[in-house]
Each structure stands twice: as C-alpha cells, then as structure tokens.
C-alpha cells in the first residue's frame, strides 16, 4: 500500500519487552511529506523504542507502520533504503576522521566513489566540519560528533530522516545550530523530519506537529500553537501601583467574579489571570482596578507555555522529568548508522 501524501503512517503500533514492559502502548498517527514531526515526552516514555521500530532496529510486538511507502513488516529493505537515523548515543567511530567514518558509511549503501567524494564535500560543508574533516573523532566536541553523526545519515540522501534526541546534552548555542541544519534539510530537501526530544522549546521552535507520549501512549497531537490554545486562552498579567493588601483581596474577588476570567492568582502587587479572550478580558480587568482605585502599572500578555499543556496532559512537569544530565555514550557496539543491524 503507498501513500501519496504521508511519510510515515502508523497504526496502533506497539512493543513489549521480554518481561512485560509495554514500552509502546499502541500508537497510531501520519505525518506528512516535508513535515517536521515531534515526539515530546520524559525518560522511559518510548520514543526511542518508536523510532527503532520504524527504523527496522527492533521488531513491533503488533501494530503495522507504512514508510516512504514500504510497509515495515514486508519491505524492510526499502524502509531501510529510504531513511536516515540518527541514534540517541553518539555513534561515529572515535578512532577515524570525520571523512573516514563517512567512507565506512558510503560502504553500508554501496554509494560509488566518484559520487561519494562529492557528496561528502556538501555534507561536511553542510555540517560545518570541512575544517576538521581529517581530524579524529575523538578530538571532536559533542556537538562536533553530533553534526558528523548528522553527516553520516545524509549520505545516502534519505527521504526520511529520523533523530533520537538530536541536542541531548548539548549547549543552547549549538542546538539552535542543529535547529537550523534541520530546517535547511527540509527546505532543500523536502525531506520529512521524525525527532524525539525532551526540551520543549526544541518542540515548539521547530515542529510543525508534536506528539505528547507518555507510558507508550499519545496523550496530545496537533501544532504546537493549537496545543497550548486547546489548554484555554491567554494568561494576562497586570501589575498595579503600590496598592495596599487590603486593596489586592477586594481585587482578587472582583476578578475572580468576572466570568471571563477562569482563574486568577494575586500577590502583594500583581495578578495573573487565565482567560478565555484577552481583548475583552483586559478592559474588564481595568474596571475592576478604576472601580477600587488602584493604578495600573503594566499589562503583559502571554499564551500558555508547553510546558504547561505538558502538564495538563500527563499530570507531570517535563523539567523535572530528569535526562538533562544523562550521559552521552561512547559508539555503539553494533553502530546503529549500520543499516542492517536488527535487534529483538
Ligand atoms: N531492550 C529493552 N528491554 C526491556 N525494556 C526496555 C528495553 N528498551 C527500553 N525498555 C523500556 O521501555 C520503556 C521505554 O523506553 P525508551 O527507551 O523507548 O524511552 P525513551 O522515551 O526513549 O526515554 P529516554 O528519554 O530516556 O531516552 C522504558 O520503560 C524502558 O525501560
Ligand atoms: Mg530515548
């Protein structure tokens, strides 16, 4: 079965491991040709194992997922042809240079020579390591090795590219660097992006879609404009000129009567109030205040965060799920960038 305008189609896949653990808890979602798609979730929540499923690294207890137009189960050869991953660790070889690990790769895809030596002059030129392509790995930084690893998946120009935690571990600097080799991909390449990640301002920046999982499941999918607006509204915040306390509770009560308002919190000198439409919330807000005298400082407005629709969805905080200190490994035993390596 093909399908024309998606990349990836996935229906109620799931895994459970040797001992029971569902870490994929049937999962069904599309995503589109060209389209940045995001998995958004804590540590064990199973990104990784979906993306090793989609990339034939590890076998779906049930469930089926069509690729590129190949069907997992039926074609893993075409799958594999047509996708590029980037594992979760680091997996470029520390002994070799940049353009050598790039040559062993070439090998796992037969690219010829000539065409090969072309190729990885555009790559290294993309990725921002021409300088260093001779150098050994292990001299490389993290975010220098990240970018090789990067390098290594392109070389065999997939039309899916999929990436497990891309800026683990990395400084802001170098993830917004990362950010933007990503949206170059897409833009030149049209080529269709699956990332997993737990930073939400990764997800919010550069995803057009993001999939909230927790314990295998999707608890939320859409943009990540429409996420935070199904949370409700906007959050206003109005600060007002030294009132007194006495002041701050017959406003807290004022406000908290206005039936635009869903909820309001107040200290010795501001409020914050969820509402359902800011443009008439705020004038009602500014009557509350004229009505018992107190000046208005400042109004800002601001949407909910992801970090707040995160919440809500799965009752936990995603900065304080873990992972930022998780290590980075060394590579792979079996290195994952091999195309043939299947783990059950
Ligand atoms: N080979 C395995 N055998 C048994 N259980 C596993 C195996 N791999 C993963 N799991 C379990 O499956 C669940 C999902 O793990 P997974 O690695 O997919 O999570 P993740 O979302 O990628 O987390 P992280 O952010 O830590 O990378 C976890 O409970 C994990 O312990
Ligand atoms: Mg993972």
Redesign the pocket.
């Known amino acids: 079965m093909t399908f024309v305008n998606s990349s990836i189609e996935v229906d109620n896949l799931s895994?459970v491991?040797?001992?029971g653990?569902?870490?994929?808890d049937g999962i069904s979602f599309s995503v589109a040709r060209g389209e940045i798609f995001g998995?958004l979730?804590?540590?064990?929540?199973?990104?990784?194992?979906?993306?090793?499923m989609l990339t034939t690294l590890?076998r779906p207890t049930s469930g089926r997922a069509v690729v590129a137009g190949h069907e997992l189960r039926q074609e893993p050869d075409a799958v594999r042809r047509s996708l590029g991953y980037i594992p979760?660790e680091l997996s470029s070889d520390d002994y070799l240079s940049g353009a050598e690990n790039l040559y062993l790769q070439s090998g796992f895809y037969h690219i010829p020579k000539k065409e090969f030596r072309r190729r990885k002059e555009d790559l290294l030129e993309l990725v921002g390591l021409t300088e260093r392509a001779n150098d050994r790995v292990e001299t490389y930084s993290g975010g220098m090795r990240k970018r090789l690893d990067i390098a290594c998946a392109l070389l065999h120009r997939p039309q899916v590219l999929f990436l497990?935690?891309p800026t683990?571990g990395l400084d802001i600097q170098t993830r917004q660097q990362i950010w933007q080799y990503v949206r170059r991909l897409r833009e030149s390449e049209q080529m269709t992006l699956f990332l997993?990640t737990?930073y939400m301002e990764e997800a919010d920046s550069l995803c057009d879609r993001i999939a909230i999982?927790d314990n295998?499941r999707i608890k939320a999918l859409d943009t990540p404009d429409a996420l935070k607006k199904e949370l409700g509204g906007e959050v206003v915040t109005m600060q007002y000129d030294r009132p007194g306390p006495e002041q701050m509770m017959q406003l807290r009560e004022c406000l908290a009567a206005l039936p635009i308002v869903r909820q309001v919190s107040v200290n010795e000198d501001k409020c914050v109030a969820a509402v359902s439409n800011s443009g008439n919330a705020v004038p009602e807000m500014f009557g509350c205040a004229r009505n018992l005298n107190i000046a208005v400082r400042s109004v800002a407005l601001t949407m909910p965060s992801l970090d707040d629709v995160y919440l809500s969805h799965t009752g936990k905080n995603l900065r304080d799920s873990?992972?930022n200190g998780?290590k980075q490994a060394g590579p792979h035993p079996h290195s994952p960038h091999h195309p043939h390596t299947m783990?059950r």
Not at 21 to 24: D, H, W
Not at 44 to 52: E, F, H, L, P, Q
């Open positions: 895994k491991f040797q001992g653990i569902r870490a994929v998995f979730g804590p540590n064990g929540a199973g990104k990784s194992t979906t993306i090793m590890l979760q497990d935690e683990l997993s737990h999982i295998g873990g992972g998780k783990r």
